[in-house]
């Protein structure tokens, strides 16, 4: 019986373990990008207001000015982008970074789960060989009735 407990307080201690990583994963998937934070979110209304502001005042003045304003605009336009696809290249690498970890994991569990299913198919056939076949003649007769 300790051997089972021992077994069972081993599985705690994984669960908990994995429990502890998951959270930590989705602290880090936060921190990467996946999630908008303050910063991330102020820097993208500087880059909608400049973008905004710049062809705004392209509309209103003429000549040389005009054409730096839509400049400036394709400019910021351009570097938002550049942006964009950096914080997802961030987070596309942290996506597949957990789907390996996932993968090994899994990997890891099937490998055990067939360990368990051996032992349990040589317990099993110990099992038989321990106890008598129904069809063998060392079944136990009952006793005949008084009468």
Do not use: C
């Amino acid at each position: 019986m300790k051997s089972h407990k021992t077994k069972l307080d081993v599985a705690t201690q994984k669960a908990d373990v994995e429990s502890n990583e998951r959270d930590s994963i989705q602290r880090s998937i936060g921190r990467i990008g996946a999630k908008p934070r303050l910063k991330g979110k102020i820097l993208n209304a500087v880059f909608v207001l400049g973008v905004v502001g710049a062809f705004t005042m392209s509309l209103v003045t003429r000549g040389t000015s005009r054409m730096v304003f839509i400049d400036v605009g394709l400019l910021l336009l351009s570097l938002k982008l550049a942006y964009h696809l950096h914080t997802e290249a961030k987070v596309n690498h942290a996506q597949f970074w957990i789907l390996a970890t996932l993968e090994d994991r899994l990997l890891d569990v099937i490998t055990e789960l067939r360990s368990l299913r051996k032992e349990l198919l040589h317990l099993s056939a110990m099992t038989q060989q321990d106890s008598p076949s129904p069809d063998s003649s060392e079944t136990p007769t009952e006793p005949a009735e008084e009468k």
